[in-house]
């Protein structure tokens, strides 16, 4: 049963859960199995602008839409996957650094990473129609269709109400280490979210019920992939430029994967 948290009560369960964990410095949990190594198959690269420094990313009604980052540069993007440019765009007050977005009920809910804003906007016009407030940092967001999933760059997946943004359920996300924490950009596919571990080329797959990492998808030298030429010093970790972006679509069963200011976007399959 879900319950709601006081202000006080979250602030508490976040300090308790949000230590970073990657396994160097701990000892393997023997009685928790490693995740899953999930592998994939590219299907096709496409075009993507590097000015974009990606937080977001959805694939819906057969269109890509981006929500990117940085003070100053942060946008609502729809895209033509075919070229990577945008039919539509929002910018943001340059006071606000985007994260990430997620579609629900025709509208776009976009994050704010620092500012405890999150911005509502008619996914027809871009008009915004409403503000939120929300008491962590804004990294990821996505929806099971009735909750909006939030993640705040600790181990936690914070479950809400779309209506008024009140916390529903905290789940903290663990694997044969401990605490994962990091958690990025999100996507819900087929009955568990996928993130983006911060820094580094692993997507997870995490159970929503129990916050178990079961799979994990190991990206390292995707972008070496690509066929396309690019200077490697621009998209090492210490830059900033790290993978980040997973979209599906349900109806070809692919992901568009991509990452911050990177040059292509790739659609893949897992297997």
């Known amino acids: 049963m879900k319950q709601y948290f006081t202000p006080a009560l979250m602030l508490i369960l976040a300090a308790c859960n ?50 990117t980052g940085n003070y100053g540069k942060s946008k609502l993007l729809k895209l033509d996957i075919s070229n990577g440019k945008a039919g539509k765009e929002v910018s943001l007050d340059k006071k606000f650094f985007g994260e990430g977005i997620a579609i629900f009920h025709d509208k776009i809910y976009q994050l704010t990473w620092k500012e405890n804003k999150v911005f509502v906007y008619d996914l027809n016009t871009f008009k915004k129609i ?14 099971d269709g009735k909750e909006l999933i939030i993640s705040t760059g600790s181990n936690n997946l914070y479950f809400v109400n779309p209506d008024n943004f009140k916390i529903n359920n905290i789940v903290g996300v663990f694997d044969n280490y401990g605490p994962a924490a990091d958690l990025n950009e999100l996507e819900y596919i ?38 396309k030429a690019f200077n490697p010093q621009e998209y090492d970790v210490s830059t900033g430029n790290v993978l980040n972006g997973v979209a599906f679509d349900s109806a070809k069963n692919s992901l568009y994967i991509t990452g911050k200011q990177w040059p292509v976007l790739f659609e893949v399959k897992i297997n």
């Open 130 to 143: 409403q503000e939120f407030d929300w008491p962590f940092e804004g990294w990821g967001i996505t929806t």
């Open 190 to 227: 087929n009955g568990y979210v996928y993130a983006n571990k911060f820094e580094t080329n692993y997507i997870l797959k995490i159970n929503p019920e129990t916050g178990k990492v079961e799979g994990k998808l190991d990206m390292s030298g995707l972008l070496e992939k690509s066929g």
């Open 18 to 67: 949000g230590s970073s964990n990657d396994g160097a410095n701990n000892a393997e949990d023997n009685n928790n199995p490693a995740p899953s190594a999930i592998s994939y198959n590219i299907v096709k690269v496409y075009p993507h602008d590097t000015s974009s420094y990606t937080q977001g990313l959805i694939w819906y009604n057969n269109t890509l839409y981006e929500g």
